[in-house]
Nanobody, 117 residues
Framework: QVQLVESGGGLVQPGGSLRLSCAASGTIFGMYTMAWYRQAPGKQRELVAQITRRSITSYADSVKGRFTISRDNAENTVYLQMNSLKPEDTAVYFC???????????WGQGTQVTVSS
């Protein structure tokens, strides 16, 4: 069973930074595309960023130039560095793993990010 555990969320002022981490266990991490999603109250869950097993990255337009996704296959961890945070970035952030060949997917439990002064 694949387990994903997010950490690093919290309260930050506008313009500040946070780094989220998602640690995976129970699988061969390098076979998965990893992604970060977020869900704000009353809104649908949306894709924020993803990184393939070959480290090809893509981002939502709303976070381009501010967020950076990266992965450490040796540590079975994916990161989301978030800079220049805005109040509209406030959401629960979820980690997702998708197997490159079977498309089997797994979700983490989420971590709250609140951007407020």
């Amino acid at each position: 069973q694949v387990q994903l555990v997010e950490s690093g969320g919290g309260l930050v002022q506008p313009g500040g930074s946070l780094r989220l981490s998602c640690a995976a266990s129970g699988t061969i991490f390098g076979m998965y595309t990893m992604a970060w999603y977020r869900q704000a109250p009353g809104k649908q869950r949306e894709l924020v960023a993803q990184i393939t097993r070959r480290s090809i990255t893509s981002y939502a337009d709303s976070v381009k130039g501010r967020f950076t996704i990266s992965r450490d296959n040796a540590e079975n961890t994916v990161y989301l560095q978030m800079n220049s945070l805005k109040p509209e970035d406030t959401a629960v952030y979820f980690c997702k793993a998708v197997h490159e060949f079977s498309a089997t997917s797994y979700w983490g439990q989420g971590t709250q990010v609140t951007v407020s002064s």
